[in-house]
């Protein structure tokens, strides 16, 4: 036990722990993890993506970075403003 911290050991038990359900979460079409629901993430029409994920990808098909509507339905959503460059 540290001084000063008493108390504290037991809030990282197995039973303060809150399951969160992951049911209607979207997998990434890059590195198909699942999609948090307040990360960062790009709608477009192939799917949705994490944004990093999105970005590396368009960066390294087109070499240059996507144009992004930010906050589109939410803060956390962005849509892909180019959408023909996403057709090819």
């Not at 949705?48 to 144009?67: L, N, V």
């Amino acid at each position: 036990m540290v001084p000063g911290r008493e108390g504290i050991e037991g809030a990282m038990d197995e039973q303060n722990v809150i399951d969160i359900d992951m049911k209607g979460a979207p997998a990434c079409g890059r590195c198909f993890m699942l999609v948090a629901r307040f990360a960062p993430q790009v709608v477009a029409s192939s799917g949705t993506y994490h944004r990093e994920c999105f970005e590396a990808w368009y960066f390294g098909r087109y070499r240059k970075r996507p144009r992004l509507i930010a906050g589109a339905p939410d803060r956390h959503r962005f849509q892909v403003r180019d959408t023909e460059d996403l057709a090819a």
